[in-house]
């Protein structure tokens, strides 16, 4: 609710409105019927608005304090920096209102948790910028130093202030220098430093008061530089170790070695004692922080510290004029040796920080004072930045960095120093490239491929594992300028370059840097390519080849040498794979007997194969594979070969640095012959490449086709990936033709993974060219040429399936056979067997789309009635293999289920005439098997439904392949959902209930005629049970027709699953509910007319079921629960209308009401379920009840509307459930209410508390809907005395709970101040947020008790305690002041008891006329 109003207030303060630039300060508060707050006790409500200026304003200040989200909080901050404010006299309410806020922000800024420090800053930020500066307040900030005595009096307020500050930060890094642990727990310093921060920000160091005061400004932002610099001294030492997050490995024990000594420094604990003893440091002591791990803690400080730090000294070297900026009208506060300190300082801080989340916050302060140096007129600031980047560089030679962080803060030190100034970058970017492409130039690769894994184990023992070379630094600079936004256009000429480095380094013996190459590889794609989508998202990215070509030509040939050497290495399998076989098997006998089991990685490597992959292979086909295809390819002449072959030998062309990117680029190189040019001669030149050699796409074609055929799998996807965008679109269609045809003329005799490998590049040829809006044409092309040459290789792929998938008889062939098959298969389902859905919206041509139905559905029926009904019958395809698991059965499997179940979805009809000829009714049309049209002749004919129960039934009995028997079901499920009810009619609903009600039960239950076993699956039992209750749903199905021989044992059995008393997957406990929700109309069935004692048990068994699934909406219980819990209302709701509507078959047997206990509570699941935390099921719930009101309503709407419209007849039974929930719901406690209070007013809480699970919830709304849903009730109920007395009792203990907490806090008001409760600050010790919670629902509940008693005729003692509780509220002096909207509320309730005691009674309009969060849905 905080954004609602506060966006409400927002709007008098939006920039541009006209009431912008008021003649007075007052207007937009006159607009807003408010009026400026004079903080006194005599302030008149606004006109009709009913809240003064001083409540807003206080309210404001505490969502400043308590609220935990940092959008309330900006809001608030900006309505109070909007907010005028009447003039502060010294001694006056004002002042004495903002010492009291002063000291509740100097509180929270001492807090160990980031939210409450930041509150406390933007307090203190508010506080100064509205009293200190703008009315000369004097607030006393520290309370060592009497800072209003007389020798004070001539010190500027805003002066004084700042030391206050200053001291107290003093104090803090006083007490870190003596004992950090202390420090850490009871002296934070990040929320005075970032105070400090603010309050430097608010500084106008330009106007006439502060210059009148320079000395002591400058004076005070030495001291706070110093100061800052002191407070690094401390805390460095422990973020400079190896590892400083806490996972410390064996080898490195500086950190724990340096918190050990603090530690024992504290005296606190025993070293040997510090791991175990952390149960104590959760539960805190009387007026401390929990302190937690004692190790995290001291970090936690060390860097919250150093982020502060670095914030504090950039705005004390940039906000301040200096001395070295030439301005004679102000005076200068800094000197350039003070800006040069304090850089120099942040840059120690960078480049020595191991702690990831502090030198990343270091960053963005030392840019910024980079800067402010760089734009210096002192020579010598210039200078530093530039000294600063060449260190950044050399350093990486010389320095010992943990291999743990990457090195660590350096890159962001370049990174800084490059971007603090676009000329900084435009004079400095070339210099550090220059020098960073120079320390890769090693990667240290071997020519030969056998001396890399021969030579990686000699290197890695002879290397310290506890440095990174100088190539992983400078590389790992590479790739956070490349990352870098701001300097997305100016590292584009370095590009090309970098390609060349990662890719080379991925063959080196070092595997920190192959590592650190792969990273850079990464980098560069997403630069270049973007971040990379899923494959069904787009069909490519948006660059072709011509494109990145153009833009990095030197990018062409080397690629290209990289994939002629993974081509030669792949190549050299064939050279060693068949000495490796006849030693594996024609000399076993021997090696078994003188030789172990090879153990040895390298020999290992070698068996595999593994060893021929080039490390650049793989980098080098994602690269293609990720380009945009053209729409035709370029032609290389004789003059371009010429050309070409000038360019190979070296030749260069002049041109300007200042060219563009796309021209100016690095010329190719081959870092195994040659070294890396310099940067300067490399933007200097252009590499002159053919334009038509570097824009075709040949060259790589023929290189990764050599690629497709590799007995490595991963390696023929990647290469079929980067196969499809190097084919022009006009020459797809022609080159997937060639390549099925290829398959075809080759048949049985082709190799399987040249035959996986060219289906492979089909797939992705199609995936790209066609399904993405591709032309008519394109459809054209696919329907003539590649359906026809797909569906050919049918007879060679397929017609063997009942015995490739079951037999072994063929050894290594049967299980690459599989594999191919698969694919096959997969193809046929993507693009054909429901080809209609891509190929015919928005075709045009009619003649082509008549032809592509008939193709579609002629192939179909051909696959339904001559191979998939004979193979998915028999006896051997769905039967497990024995023995280890064949590659690419289930799969195929898989497959072979889902085109079944495309074929049995084609409406078409094979009509079989007398003469013996078959005629296919597509739609209106009559075609032959040829597909020409032919005039209908039903009446010599007969038209052929295939019935599928055959084969499905022989799946779903099949627990074998489980993927295959959930596709089925899936299947069946979208057609129940969808309502299309006519296959059901097709399989025989008797043959399929069996076997799905088989699945709702256990092993050892014995339900139904037929003892079939449930399905060993989850995921299988699942979909059946959801299948289940939607077939239930259709009211044709009755507790007759359902094959279970009783249906009360049934319902039992399933909620004896959902118990607890035996296992019940979650997946199959979620669909359950929602099937028991499908059977309750079949169970209200159940009982003979008039049978009193079964409609009893039937009731008892709902109002169970109803308790229970009210238990799953809690939102402590996972979200699948509570998701299973709104489908299951839905379905209950949507049966219930059927019921209720009288659309129930006349054969059926009448059910009996559902219980209104149970009616109650489903009402309440739908209130708690509008309201869930997962935006899913409250969308889910709000779109429910939107259909059945036929309008829109939002979440927050449908909740409101659900409780409002809930007007239960006068003649029907009191909602006892209801009422008793929603009043528990008011009363809000389980326990006694001393100790409610006590636990809301108490400081101390757990380390890692118990946070509520649900966020959206909107608490205060909800007390106001059950208020005003409660009253209803009473007002209908008015003339049941028994029913409404019930309510009026129930409701009084709100107004003794408000008594006994009045006498809580007046009794604990010393205990409160000991924890550091403030009873008398800006809201009082009601404005904690628990009991403001508290007493907010209190207040209602007697105010309901009010309203009820009014209505009955013995409980007018019930209106004279409330005016007692009341006035005792208002009255107590102890408990001022209280929060503007308790006070408020209390003055109101009394006044209302007052009134209604009067008048005997209470109107029903009065009672619900200001619920002031409720939207009021007509």
């Known amino acids: 609710m905080g954004l609602r109003w506060l966006g409400i207030l927002s709007s008098f303060f939006t920039p ?816 054909a067997a429901r080809g209609e859905a891509w190929l015919l919206p928005g075709l045009g041509d009619l003649g082509l789309a008549r032809t592509t139905r008939v193709l579609l559905t002629r192939f179909r029926l051909t696959m339904l009635y001559g191979t998939l009904h004979p193979v998915l019958t028999g006896s051997h395809v769905l039967t497990q293999p024995n023995g280890a698991q064949v590659a690419g059965a289930y799969g195929t499997v898989e497959e072979l289920v889902r085109l079944f179940l495309a074929c049995v979805d084609d409406d078409a009809l094979a009509v079989v005439r007398d003469d013996g000829s078959v005629q296919l009714r597509i739609g209106s049309d009559v075609v032959d098997e040829h597909g020409s049209r032919m005039a209908a002749d039903d009446d010599v004919s007969s038209e052929v439904l295939y019935n599928p129960w055959s084969v499905l039934g022989s799946v779903l009995a099949n627990n074998s392949f489980y993927e295959a028997k959930l596709l089925v079901l899936e299947w069946m499920l979208e057609h129940a959902s969808h309502e299309r009810m006519h296959i059901f009619e097709r399989i025989g609903i008797d043959s399929l209930l069996p076997r799905l009600i088989a699945d709702t039960q256990i092993a050892s239950d014995d339900c139904g005629d037929l003892m079939l076993q449930p399905s060993r699956d989850p995921r299988v039992r699942a979909a059946a049970i959801r299948l289940l209750a939607q077939l239930c749903t259709r009211l044709e199905i009755d507790a007759r027709t359902l094959p279970v021989r009783d249906m009360v044992t049934y319902w039992d059995a399933i909620a004896g699953q959902l118990s607890g008393s035996v296992f019940c997957p979650l997946p199959v406990a979620t669909a359950l509910v929602e099937l028991q929700a499908a059977l309750v109309h079949l169970l209200l069935q159940y009982p003979e007319s008039g049978d009193s004692a079964a409609i009893s048990d039937v009731n008892q068994r709902t109002f169970a079921w109803a308790q229970q699934i009210y238990e799953w909406t809690d939102p402590e219980r996972a979200a699948p629960y509570r998701l299973a819990v709104s489908h299951a209302l839905v379905t209950y709701s949507a049966i219930k209308r059927y019921i209720e509507a009288g659309r129930t078959s006349p054969r059926q047997r009448p059910s009996a009401p559902v219980d209104a206990p149970s009616e109650e509570i489903m009402r309440l699941c739908y209130w708690r379920l509008l309201q869930d935390d997962d935006e899913e099921i409250r969308e889910y719930m709000a779109r429910s009840i939107s259909r059945r009101l036929g309008r829109e309503l939002s979440c927050d709407q449908a909740c409101e509307k659900l409780v409002l419209d809930f007007r239960p007849s006068s003649n029907s039974g009191y909602p006892h459930t209801y009422v008793r929930n929603r009043l528990r719901y008011i009363y809000g406690v389980d326990g006694s209410v001393k100790q409610a209070v006590s636990d809301a007013i108490s400081p101390g809480c757990a380390l890692f508390a118990h946070e509520n699970p649900n966020i959206y919830i909107d608490e205060p709304r909800n007390v106001q809907l059950a208020y005003h849903s409660l009253v209803t009730i009473a007002d209908i109920y008015a003339g049941t005395e028994d029913s409404v007395r019930e309510l009026t009792l129930e409701a009084a203990r709100c107004v003794e709970a408000l008594g006994e907490a009045r006498g809580v806090l007046v009794e604990s008001r010393k205990l409160m101040l000991e924890n550091g409760v403030v009873l008398n600050g800006v809201l009082g010790v009601t404005s904690v947020s628990a009991l403001f919670s508290l007493l907010q629902s209190w207040i209602l509940g007697a105010r309901l008790t009010v309203f009820a008693a009014t209505r009955v005729g013995d409980c007018s003692h019930l209106v004279d305690r409330v005016i007692e509780v009341a006035k005792s509220w208002v009255e107590s002096e102890e408990l001022q002041p209280l929060h503007p909207w308790i006070a408020r509320a209390m003055r109101q309730l009394g006044e209302t008891a007052v009134r209604a005691k009067e008048a005997s009674s209470m109107d029903y309009d009065e009672a619900v006329s200001d619920l002031f969060l409720l939207t009021c849905v007509e």
């Not at 980031?114 to 900030?141: D, H, M, N, P, T």
């Not at 760089?374 to 060449?390: G, K, P, T, Y």
């Not at 004789?638 to 796309?662: I, K, L, Q, Y």
Request: with cysteine.
């Open 16 to 831: 541009g409105r006209p009431a912008q630039s008021p003649e007075s300060s007052m207007v937009p508060f006159e607009v807003a019927a408010l009026g400026a707050p004079n903080f006194g006790r005599g302030q008149l409500p606004a006109q009709g608005s009913g809240v003064t200026a001083d409540e807003i304003v206080t309210v404001l200040t505490q969502v400043l304090i308590d609220d935990p989200f940092d959008a309330n909080r900006a809001g608030a901050f900006e309505l109070l920096t909007s907010w005028p404010l009447v003039r502060a006299e010294d001694g006056g309410a004002a002042q004495q209102w903002a010492s009291q806020l002063l000291g509740r922000a100097l509180h929270l800024i001492g807090s160990t948790r980031a939210g409450e420090s930041e509150s406390g800053a933007l307090i203190i930020r508010w506080l100064f910028r509205k009293f200190v500066v703008l009315q000369g307040v004097r607030l006393g900030i520290d309370s060592d130093d009497e800072q209003v005595d007389a020798a004070n009096m001539d010190v500027p307020c805003d002066v004084l202030f700042a030391r206050g500050l200053l001291a107290r930060i003093s104090r803090c890094r006083m007490a870190a220098e003596s004992n950090l642990l202390d420090a850490a727990q009871h002296s934070p310093l990040h929320g005075l430093l970032t105070a400090v921060q603010y309050v430097v920000a608010e500084i106008d160091f330009a106007s006439s008061e502060v210059q009148a005061h320079a000395g002591l400004w400058r004076e005070w932002l030495a001291a706070l530089a110093q100061e800052s610099i002191d407070v690094t001294r401390v805390v460095l030492s422990v973020l400079t170790s190896a590892s400083p997050e806490g996972n410390i490995p064996a080898s490195y024990r500086e950190m724990e070695d340096t918190i050990d000594g603090i530690i024992r420094a504290a005296g606190a604990i025993e070293i040997s004692d510090a791991a175990s003893d952390i149960s104590s440091d959760d539960e805190g002591g009387a007026g401390n922080e929990p302190a937690g791990p004692r190790q995290q803690v001291i970090l936690s400080y060390c860097w919250r510290a150093v982020k502060e730090v670095s914030g504090v000294l950039a705005v004390v070297a940039t906000c301040p004029p200096g001395s070295d900026q030439s301005d004679e009208s102000q005076s200068a506060l800094i000197d350039s040796e003070l800006v040069s300190r304090i850089g120099g300082l942040l840059h120690t801080l960078l480049t020595s920080i191991r702690h990831r989340g502090a030198f990343s916050a270091v960053h963005p302060a030392f840019a910024r004072v980079c800067g402010r140096m760089f734009s210096s007129a002192d020579v010598e600031l210039n200078r530093r930045v530039s000294e600063w980047l060449d260190q950044c560089v050399d350093i990486a030679t010389i320095c010992r960095v943990s291999v743990t962080r990457r090195s660590a803060g350096w890159p962001l030190c370049l990174l800084a120093t490059l971007t603090c100034d676009k000329l900084a970058t435009q004079a400095l970017l070339p210099r550090a490239m220059d020098k960073l492409f120079a320390l890769a130039s090693d990667l240290q690769t071997d020519s030969e491929a056998d001396k890399a894994v021969a030579s990686d184990s000699e290197a890695a023992s002879n290397t310290d594992d506890t440095t990174d070379l100088p190539q992983v630094h400078a590389i790992n600079m590479m790739r956070t300028l490349l990352e870098d936004h701001t300097l997305a256009s100016d590292i584009v000429p370095y590009v090309e370059h970098a390609f060349v480095v990662a890719l080379t380094g991925l063959r080196s013996r070092r595997w920190a840097i192959r590592n650190v190459c792969s990273l850079l590889f990464a980098a560069l794609a997403r630069r270049v390519f973007g971040n990379s989508r899923g494959r069904e998202e787009t069909k490519y990215d948006g660059i072709t080849g011509r494109e990145l070509f153009t833009r990095f030509p030197g990018l062409h040939p080397f690629l290209t040498r990289q994939l002629e050497d993974a081509v030669d290495r792949l190549a050299e399998i064939d050279m060693v794979q068949d000495p490796v076989e006849i030693t594996d098997d024609e000399g076993q006998g021997e090696q078994t007997t003188a030789t172990p089991p090879l153990v040895d990685p390298a020999s290992a490597v070698l068996r595999t194969g593994a060893r021929f992959i080039h490390p650049a292979l793989y980098p080098c086909l994602i690269l293609l594979a990720r380009l945009q295809p053209t729409l035709a390819d370029a032609t290389v002449t004789r003059e371009d070969s010429a050309v070409n072959a000038d360019a190979e030998a070296g030749v260069v062309a002049e041109a300007p640095h200042a060219e563009s990117a796309t021209s100016a680029v690095a010329p190719p190189m081959n870092l195994d012959r040659e070294p890396l040019t310099r940067v300067n001669e490399r933007n200097s030149t252009v590499h002159v490449t053919s334009a038509s050699t570097m824009l075709s796409m040949y060259s790589f074609t023929e290189l990764v086709e050599l690629c497709v055929d590799s007995p490595v799998f991963k390696t023929r996807e990647m290469a079929a990936r980067a196969f499809a965008p190097l084919v022009p679109s006009e020459r797809a269609a022609s080159v997937v033709t060639s390549l099925l045809k290829g398959v075809y003329d080759v048949g049985a005799t082709i190799a399987a993974n040249s035959c996986h490998g060219t289906l492979c590049q089909v797939h992705e040829l199609l995936r790209v060219h066609w399904r993405h809006d591709c032309d008519a044409g394109m459809r054209r092309a696919f329907v003539m040429h590649v359906f026809p040459a797909l569906t050919a290789l049918w007879p060679i792929l397929v017609q063997a399936v009942d015995k490739g998938v079951t037999e072994d008889k063929a050894g290594e062939h049967f299980d690459v056979t599989d594999v191919v098959r698969h694919r096959y298969l997969v193809l046929v389902n993507e693009f």
